[in-house]
């Protein structure tokens, strides 16, 4: 095993994008050294016609991987966290107000993190200095960090129904009661909009004390033109612009599609955590913000604003008055 001190850390709200970053990033370093993956829908082969095929069948999804070859450092965070380096001291509320469900911190919720589990190494675990990891951050003199997030109204939608189908009562429930017997509203304010807020804006302040080791970027302009943005997060993980040349293909072969023709080869969710066989991929994302009227669309930027989150920082879905000008014209 080897010793992390400060790796590099692609951070994302839950149900934006971790998993479509997980593969896409996971099959890039494959096929960088000589590995081929067959496209299952299509049936090209990409890569080393000659080389191994990818492992899906001991990929666990991280939350390290190894991709020296690819990025300069030997390991690379993918997951949710609270920015390494945050401390909460000048927002009243953060301690006082803890997350719905578990996974929004994974560097702070007590994991063995002497085995913290690693994926494309030889090892199965890598060793991480959390505390090491914090203090350079909070200096700023820490490996990079981006924030990948979703607007938080469709991320909160997303993640009630992916809760409702997990196969987990931790998350299929809320204080007791079934998910699919909680109003939406009440899971918004009582608890969705909270827990995001909480990551959030440990990002935001981090972003604008250290606005170069700190990136955000909204998940909305990864799905739009996943190439070209992956390509500006990876530049920014490593530091400098690096030639990628497998990039397209590693991120058509994360396509939706592509990874639902793969569980259905499986015979399983990818991330293990559906009923049933089911899905967590989502093929089309913008659907989720229909059920989120006017008023609680409004209610609910103010509310992120009087907890302290730049709301210019989120692209929102039009109103009325917006929605007609864009039919009109």
């Known amino acids: 095993m080897l010793r992390v001190s400060s790796p590099p850390i692609l951070s994302t709200v839950p149900r934006s994008g971790t998993w479509f970053l997980r593969y896409a990033i996971s099959f890039l370093c494959h096929l960088d050294r000589g590995g081929r993956i067959d496209d299952r829908l299509t049936e090209r082969t990409f890569g080393n016609p000659s080389g191994p095929g990818f492992d899906f069948h ?19 965070f993918i997951g949710h966290t609270v920015c390494p380096g945050f401390a909460a001291s000048d927002i009243d509320w953060w301690n006082t107000t803890p997350f719905h469900v578990p996974g929004y ?36 003199r820490g490996r990079p960090i981006v924030l990948v997030y979703r607007n938080p109204l469709a991320q909160a939608v997303s993640y009630f129904r992916y809760g409702q189908n997990h196969k987990d009562a931790t998350y299929n429930s809320l204080k007791g009661r079934p998910l699919a017997a909680v109003a939406l509203r009440d ?23 250290h606005p170069g080791q700190v990136r955000l970027v909204p998940y909305e302009r990864l799905m739009a033109d996943p190439v070209n943005v992956l390509a500006l997060i990876l530049d920014h993980l490593a530091g400098k612009a690096l030639h990628r040349p497998w ?37 089309s994302p913008g659907r989720s913000e229909a059920r989120i009227d006017d008023r609680t669309r409004d209610e609910a930027i103010a509310f992120l604003n009087r907890l302290g989150l730049d709301i210019g920082l989120f692209e929102w879905p039009p109103l009325p008055k917006q929605r007609a000008a864009i039919a009109a014209a």
């Open 58 to 76: 001991s990929f666990r999804g991280g939350p390290l991987f190894h991709v020296r070859g690819t990025l300069p450092d030997d390991h690379l």
């Open 105 to 140: 911190d994974y560097f702070h919720e007590g994991m063995n993190y002497r085995y913290t589990p690693i994926d494309l190494a030889p090892y199965r675990y890598t060793p991480v200095r959390v505390r090491a990891l914090d203090r350079a951050a909070s200096r700023g």
């Open 187 to 209: 899971y918004l304010f009582e608890s969705a909009l909270l827990s995001y807020a909480k990551q959030f804006i440990s990002y935001q302040a981090l972003a604008e004390r």
């Open 247 to 283: 990039l397209p293909d590693a991120v058509s072969l994360a396509r939706p599609e592509h990874m639902k023709a793969i569980e259905k080869e499986l015979g399983r969710s990818l991330d293990g955590t559906r009923i049933n066989r089911g899905s967590h991929i989502q093929v």
